[in-house]
C-alpha cells in the first residue's frame, strides 16, 4: 500500500510564495506520475499540476505561477506556488499513479490547506 503525506500549507498573503512537498512511502513499485490537485469550498476536485517521465502539465490559472517538479530518489513531489492569489485558496491533495507488478493503484494524500489573503 502507499501512503502520501504533504507539508507545506499555510496562510500567505495575496502575491506571496509557498512550497508544497508530497512524499511516497509503503509498496510504491513503480510510479508513473504525481500531481497535485485542489478543492476550493463548493468546488469541484481540479488538477492543478502533474508531472511523469514524458510530460509536465499545468492548469491554465496556474501556468506561468506553479512549478512542479519530482524527485524521483526520494519519491517526492513539490509544487511551487509564487504570485499567489485569493482564488489559490483551497485544500491540495496529492496524487500518484503507478504499479506494485501488474495492481495498478491511485493513491491520495490526506491534503493540506492553502489559504491566500487578499
Known amino acids: 500500500q502507499v501512503q502520501l503525506v504533504e507539508s507545506g500549507g499555510g496562510l500567505v498573503q495575496a502575491g506571496g510564495s509557498l512550497r508544497l512537498s508530497c512524499a511516497a512511502s509503503g509498496t510504491i513499485g513503480s510510479i508513473s506520475s504525481m500531481g497535485w490537485h485542489r478543492q476550493a469550498p463548493g468546488k469541484q476536485r481540479e488538477l492543478v499540476a502533474v508531472?511523469?517521465?514524458?510530460?509536465?502539465n499545468y492548469a491554465d490559472s496556474v501556468k506561468g505561477r506553479f512549478t512542479i517538479s519530482r524527485d524521483i530518489a526520494k519519491n517526492t513531489v513539490y509544487l511551487q506556488m509564487s504570485s499567489l492569489k485569493a482564488d489559490d485558496t483551497a485544500v491540495y491533495f496529492c496524487?500518484?499513479?503507478?504499479?506494485?507488478?501488474?495492481?495498478?493503484?491511485?493513491?491520495w494524500g490526506q491534503g493540506t490547506q492553502v489559504t491566500v489573503s487578499s
Open positions: 496524487n500518484a499513479w503507478g504499479a506494485v507488478g501488474a495492481d495498478i493503484y491511485d493513491a
Open positions: 508531472t511523469s517521465s514524458t510530460i509536465i
